[in-house]
């Protein structure tokens, strides 16, 4: 069973930066991407950012694509996620997942992030 453990979350006010970080506990040849999801109060689960453990390309919903900024360390089986210009409609759970290659889907449990105004 592969575990995800997110780090990282917080209190910022508006305009400042957060760095979370996501480990797995998957063999590193066994990866195929690694994302990050938000869900905010009372609405649906939406994709933030996702990178491919190979190839390193990086795909962005609209509203991450020029604050956000996810990267890798494959070594250390990480996945992170920079956010800058924090605002407070930004406030969510943040959850990180992990596909195999196998298409096997594996989620983290969140770490709260809260952007004051």
């Known amino acids: 069973q592969v575990q995800l453990v997110e780090s990282g979350g917080g209190l910022v006010q508006a305009g400042g930066s957060l760095r979370l970080a996501c480990v797995s506990s998957?063999?590193?040849?066994?990866?195929?991407?690694m994302g990050w999801f938000r869900q905010a109060p009372g609405k649906e689960r939406e994709f933030v950012a996702r990178i491919g453990w190979k190839s390193g390309g990086r795909y962005y919903s609209e509203f991450a694509n020029d604050r956000f900024t996810i990267s890798k360390d494959n070594a250390r089986n990480t996945v992170y996620l920079q956010m800058n210009n924090l605002k407070p409609e930004d406030t969510a759970v943040y959850s990180c997942?992990?596909?195999?290659?196998?298409?096997?889907?594996?989620w983290g449990q969140g770490t709260q992030v809260t952007v004051s105004s």
């Open positions: 998957s063999d590193s040849l066994s990866t195929l991407s």
């Open positions: 997942n992990l596909i195999q290659i196998s298409q096997n889907l594996y």
